[in-house]
């Protein structure tokens, strides 16, 4: 059945380590959001992308964050150097032209240590 | 900029009663979305109100969309146990780009 699917699901990295997560939109959905989620914050949205531009990524500290989407299959997010206070759910959301529902990935666990 | 703001933000309630979460958003909008989270879990897609006075309905969940008022309510009839989770809405800006509310922990009690 149609997903989103994120790898990895859990990451415990040390501080100032690369760490890369990976989204598989729903095949067919040309719009992809990144979102960050703490108990302090909640949601917050930091990048997202249509036909594989990025539309908008004010939400995103720029000198560690970076997110692409090499192809329409894949969309990664990428912090160099981490940061323990980037601990934290890292969810994907895919959405179709017209934009009527955001389906939701499984999520990545980050622990930086 | 989008602001969207729930209330209350936590709800502790007993089996059987029914309450409202209410969802304010700051801007112009005619799409609104409930979703609900589970501990450890994504978030599952519960309803999507696409115009104003828009109406959805699920078991003993219903929610509404007032554009006019920028509001929207979810009510709960006759709350049980599984409904304990929480509940976020969210607006879509632009018809692009997806903002949440912070949340609404729901817990039933017996």
């Known amino acids: 059945d149609a997903r989103v699917t994120q790898t990895p699901r859990d990451k415990v990295t040390e501080m100032g380590q690369e760490v890369t997560m990976r989204c598989q939109p729903i095949l067919g959905h040309n719009t992809v959001f990144w979102y960050r989620q703490t108990m302090m914050q909640g949601l917050e949205l930091l990048a997202y992308?249509?036909?594989?531009?990025?539309?908008?990524d004010s939400g995103m500290p720029k000198d560690r964050f970076s997110a692409e989407m090499p192809d329409a299959t894949l969309a990664t997010l990428k912090i160099q150097p981490s940061e323990p206070r980037d601990s934290a759910v890292y969810f994907c959301?895919?959405?179709?032209?017209?934009?009527?529902?955001?389906?939701f990935g499984q999520g990545t666990r980050l622990t930086v240590v | 900029e989008l602001k969207v703001e729930q209330n209350p933000l936590f709800l502790s309630m007993q089996e059987g009663k029914n309450y409202t979460i209410y969802c304010n958003y700051s801007t112009t909008s005619d799409r609104l979305y409930w979703y609900r989270q589970d501990p450890g879990k994504s978030l599952e897609s519960l309803f999507v109100?696409?115009?104003?006075?828009a109406v959805k309905q699920e078991g003993r969940l219903m929610a509404s969309l007032d554009t006019k008022a920028r509001l929207s309510t979810l009510h709960i009839t006759a709350a049980v146990h599984d409904l304990s989770a929480t509940y976020f809405c969210?607006?879509?800006?632009?018809?692009?780009?997806?903002?949440f509310g912070a949340g609404t922990i729901l817990r039933v009690k017996s």
């Open positions: 109100l696409l115009s104003n006075g």
């Open positions: 992308f249509r036909n594989r531009a990025p539309l908008d």
């Open positions: 969210a607006v879509d800006q632009y018809g692009n780009k997806l903002v």
């Open positions: 959301a895919s959405a179709s032209t017209g934009f009527t529902e955001a389906f």
